[in-house]
């Protein structure tokens, strides 16, 4: 499994920007795909997450109504919509990809086998 991440960039505070993960993989629908981040001087942490059913989402509070998750099945890929973004949203975005997450795990780190390089986010005051 190969992610490819990319629609980062610098923004100001209240703007939207999309973010988007290409899957270099098999029967992508099997897979239950995360947006995590991780600023500078800290650990990383759960964005958003789909199941591989397409139905079932997760949101970290601090996202929940500014940030929405969605994919396209058929052309391997997974998106993450931000909007109304503020400068605490400033981090390096990964895509992953689990296999076997459940809805209890979909927010842990460790549930995800695969991981993209990641895209810089930066969110200016």
């Known amino acids: 499994v190969q992610l490819q991440a990319s629609g980062g960039g610098l923004v100001q505070a209240g703007d939207s920007l999309r973010l988007s993960c290409a899957a270099s993989v098999g029967n992508f629908r099997r897979y239950t795909m995360g947006w995590f981040r991780q600023a500078p001087g800290k650990e990383r942490e759960f964005v958003a997450a789909?199941?591989?059913?397409?139905?079932?989402?997760r949101y970290q509070d601090s996202v929940k109504g500014r940030f929405t998750v969605s994919r396209d099945n058929a052309n391997n890929r997974v998106y993450l919509q931000m909007s109304s973004l503020k400068p605490e949203d400033t981090a390096v975005y990964y895509c992953?990809?689990?296999?076997?997450?459940?809805?209890?795990?979909?927010?842990?780190?460790?549930?995800?086998?695969?991981w993209g390089q990641g895209t810089q986010v930066t969110v200016s005051s």
């Open positions: 992953a990809a689990s296999a076997g997450a459940i809805y209890s795990s979909m927010t842990t780190s460790a549930a995800y086998g695969y």
């Open positions: 789909q199941k591989w059913d397409g139905g079932t989402k």
